[in-house]
């Protein structure tokens, strides 16, 4: 495996993972990544039409190969 690249736009609430210059994965309305059990893991948001909403994990990097950007 190569080391990739996550790109987190903290302004426009979206998450990039590259493998060089070839986008792998795209997340919008992400509010946060979080460093967690050596993994970087990224969380979107889920807003139901009740106008509830809750945030679920939908991917999880490897910290030790994967270098992180934060954008803001």
Excluded: C, W
């Excluded at 426009?12 to 919008?28: Q, W």
């Excluded at 106008?51 to 990097?61: D, G, K, L, Q, Y």
């Amino acid at each position: 495996m190569n080391i990739q690249t996550l790109i987190f736009n903290t302004t426009r609430k979206e998450v990039t993972i590259k493998e060089g210059e070839r986008i792998t994965y795209a997340f919008i309305n992400v509010p946060t990544v979080k460093p967690l059990d050596g993994y970087y893991e990224v969380y979107t948001k889920i807003d139901y039409k009740d106008e509830s909403t809750t945030t679920v994990p939908v991917f999880r990097a490897p910290i030790a190969m994967t270098n992180m950007v934060i954008l803001k």
